[in-house]
């Protein structure tokens, strides 16, 4: 009796340890493209920001808004007294939220029968935009781009998640002579446009 339930314990465990080898690479792909997904969210959010729609490349389905224009208490000099005047009269207002969304139909090409077949993808970002007390448009997006909560502190965790998950499959993926599956990122940006994205926009911030 307990020969036969150790055996089809085994069978179970084993039938498991299979389906989670076989759906490792949809799910790293699903990872992956959540994270890219992301990132050209808020990348194009910027770039909308910076020429109001040109010059910004998208890679996905994506489009943008200009939300409504920002109360006064979230203005510089907020409801003070004449602040409303001196704003306009200075031309240092800033006119809105930008709102940038990307989408991403992913498809299981494997077709495996225990995993959704496809399903989409959707990251949304929200910026200021036209913050006209920076000198320029690039300090604009520098200070933007160099927010710990916009844009490092995410991307540095998704890339030690990609080391580590790499880590883990490659000697599971290397007798099998399977593709590693591309658990990946951008680079850290710092104030820099990520080098994938500088073809054609290389006049930008000119």
Do not use: C
Not at 27 to 43: F, H, P, T, V
Not at 115 to 128: D, R
């Amino acid at each position: 009796m307990r020969r036969g339930q150790a055996l089809v314990e085994s069978f179970v465990f084993l039938i498991v340890m299979s389906l989670f080898f076989i759906g490792i690479p949809f799910i790293g792909k699903l990872a992956n493209d959540k994270q890219a997904l992301q990132n050209e969210s808020r990348y194009l959010a910027f770039q909308y920001a910076i020429r109001l729609g040109e010059g910004a490349k998208s890679f996905y389905d994506s489009s943008y808004s200009n939300i409504k224009k920002l109360t006064s208490n979230a203005q510089p000099g907020q409801d003070l007294a004449k602040s409303e005047i001196l704003r306009n009269e200075w031309q240092i207002e800033d006119k809105g939220i930008i709102n940038s969304i990307s989408q991403k139909k992913v498809v299981d090409k494997a077709k495996r029968k225990f995993l959704i077949s496809s399903l989409v993808l959707e990251e949304e970002a929200k910026l200021i935009f036209d913050t006209e007390y920076e000198i320029n448009a690039k300090l604009a997006h520098n200070r933007s781009s160099q927010s710990n909560t916009a844009w490092k502190k995410e991307n540095s965790k998704t890339q030690s998640l990609a080391k580590k998950s790499n880590s883990l499959l490659s000697p599971v993926d290397k007798p099998l002579k399977r593709t590693l599956p591309g658990f990946d990122s951008y680079k850290e940006w710092i104030g820099d446009i990520p080098s994938n994205h500088k073809k054609g926009l290389l006049n930008v911030f000119n």
